[in-house]
């Protein structure tokens, strides 16, 4: 047990000490202050709004004595979030980090190294739980006037609920690479094993959340509400077990029933546990194994095939696709950077496809979003939407650290440090603006919106992507995170994505805040956000173009 929490210590300090970079003890030390400081800033607008819902809830479920089914769907919802969550989670701690090879010769058993890397993935829900459930549980037991046992309860079940969700998706993760070892090529696998991973987990929360809203027709509801809040418990913990007898715990902690549900619940999740332990020495393994190994394949070139490689392009050009090659090729820059571009829409119609009688909903939410005086709000909305999907993408607020040690050779190269921030830009643009497009196809295809409203957001989308591009370059500019020894740091462990995606949430919130309370009209509308986001992108685009040059220089690895 000993080696196990040593060696979870040093995966969190190797893994948390790429955040802060390879600076001074003091940056050091500011910049793991300065971070939870600023993570409470962005989220604390979310936890305060449940709070609030939950509040609202209460009483008015209290009334008809349902108020005991917000505990259920509490824990049912964060099961469902960690299980999708996780499984981006166990392919970044489990596989892209590249440290098994090295752990296998020392003195570590196989379930010593699982169950460290189970824990440090289990830090990482732990914080999506702060958000989704802490807010929950809280306002619950304070509405409802719980003792000291209910608090006790929440703890644990707060601290082992993750666990048996985050098994079912290290499963599913574990199972899709478990065949890397008949691939050759390595890195093609892992990136298609990671799609196949996420594609599985998203499909199955589909499948689960239609199956249940199927099943909620009136007379089922009806029965429910007479039936109490048991009825309700009992739908939401279909999709985990687990949540029924954890809230079950909860709402019965003061009669013997309540502890014997929190031991079959604390039981149930040491079984999965053992469980995980016992099939992943079995399936990760013999997926891991040999998973940095690279091939090439030596094909000679013809003479107009070698002619059209050489021919002499753009330097911006060239510049570009090799970024884009990289991002492309380079599993955990295609999982965290590509592959996230296009998994937002995807996102946004899980909640559409999985209404039973989807045609109604659809056009129930047409004649809403069609309404009049709607119009400016989701073009606000629609403009906040894009700044926090490019501020999420990681692909411009790591464009220089992605340089790694490496960032040398970028000072030898005959081309114009303008011209490679430019380029690094661009890719980022891309991928941002891409994803924009395709949700504003998928709302005009779902909620036919009128045709001058899609291409006012298509227009809006254009500059708005670029700003979170630019402040983006501009942050990992002034602070390059150089040293990491895998890709996979690069990105998911690098403050500077966190800091874009402030900036994003902050720049929506404001937006969305002054349009509603102006109460605008679209082209007002339209005129004011092309206005702000142009005027914005070419003053950072100017800053970038003469501070960024110079910052670019004075960059040392």
């Known amino acids: 047990m000993n080696k196990t929490l040593l060696l979870t210590r040093i995966l969190l300090k190797n893994g948390g000490g790429q955040l802060t970079g390879a600076g001074r ?83 570590l058993k196989p379930a010593q190294i699982l169950t460290a890397k189970l824990i440090v993935t289990l830090l990482y829900e732990y914080l999506t739980q702060l958000l989704l459930l802490l807010p929950v ?61 996420v594609i599985l987990s998203v499909g199955g929360n589909i499948l689960f959340q ?103 392009q753009s330097v911006l050009k060239a510049y570009l696709i090799k970024e884009l090659r990289i991002l492309f090729r380079t599993p955990p820059y295609f999982l965290n950077c590509v592959l996230m571009s296009f998994l937002w829409p995807v996102f946004f119609l899980i909640p559409v496809l999985t209404q039973p009688n989807l045609m109604e909903s659809l056009r129930t939410a047409e004649s809403i979003v069609n309404h009049d005086g709607m119009a400016a709000l989701i073009l606000a909305g629609g403009a906040g939407i894009f700044l926090f999907v490019s501020g999420t993408n990681p692909t411009a607020s790591t464009s220089i650290s992605r340089e790694g040690t490496g960032f040398f050779v970028n000072k030898y190269l005959p081309v114009a440090y303008g011209k490679m921030i430019s380029a690094k830009m661009l890719a980022g643009w891309l991928l ?34 670029l700003f979170c591009c630019l ?8 602070m390059p995170k150089l040293h990491w020894d895998n890709e996979q740091k690069a990105v998911k462990q690098n403050l500077n994505g966190i800091y874009n995606m402030l900036i994003g949430i902050l720049a929506a919130g404001l937006i969305f805040f002054v349009v509603f309370k102006l109460e605008l009209s679209l082209l007002s509308t339209a005129l004011a956000l092309l206005v702000l986001f142009i005027g914005a992108d070419l003053l950072l685009y100017r800053l970038l173009m003469t501070k960024g040059r110079k910052w670019f220089l004075k960059i040392e690895v």
């Open 210 to 312: 239609r199956t249940m809203n199927k099943s909620m027709n009136p007379e089922q509801l009806q029965d429910m509400l007479q039936n109490g809040h048991n009825a309700f418990i009992d739908l939401a913990a279909r999709a985990f077990p687990s949540a029924k007898l954890a809230a079950d715990a909860l709402l019965k902690e003061t009669s013997l029933a309540g502890l014997a549900n929190l031991t079959l619940f604390l039981s149930l999740s040491c079984l999965f546990f053992i469980g995980f332990v016992f099939l992943g020495q079995r399936l990760y393994f013999k997926g891991v194994l040999g998973i940095s190994e690279s091939s090439a394949r030596r094909k000679r070139l013809s003479a107009s095939r070698y002619d059209k490689l050489t021919v002499q």
């Open 471 to 478: 402040t983006g370059v501009l942050i990992d500019l002034l």
């Open 432 to 465: 941002t603006l891409s994803s924009a497009f395709l949700l504003t196809a998928l709302a005009y295809l779902l909620l036919q919106l009128p045709l001058l409203l899609v291409l006012l957001l298509l227009l809006v989308s254009i500059p708005a992507t």
């Open 137 to 197: 549980l809280l306002t619950f037991g304070i509405k409802n006037g719980s003792g000291i046992v209910y608090y006790i309860y929440s703890g644990l079940i707060f601290l082992a609920l993750p666990i048996i969700p985050l098994v079912l998706s290290s499963l599913v993760a574990m199972i899709t690479m478990s065949f890397s070892s008949i691939a050759r090529n390595k890195d093609r696998f892992r990136m298609l094993a990671g799609i196949v991973a």
């Open 25 to 107: 003890k003091k940056r050091r030390l500011s910049v793991r202050f300065l971070l939870p400081v600023l993570l409470l800033a962005a989220f604390l607008p979310l936890m305060f709004s449940l709070v609030s819902l939950v509040s609202f809830m209460y009483d008015g479920l209290a009334s008809f004595g349902l108020e005991g089914m917000i505990p259920g769907l509490g824990l049912a919802v964060t099961c469902v979030v960690i299980f999708i969550f996780g499984v981006f989670y166990v392919i970044n701690v489990f596989y892209f980090s590249q440290d098994v090879e090295h752990l296998l010769p020392l003195p």
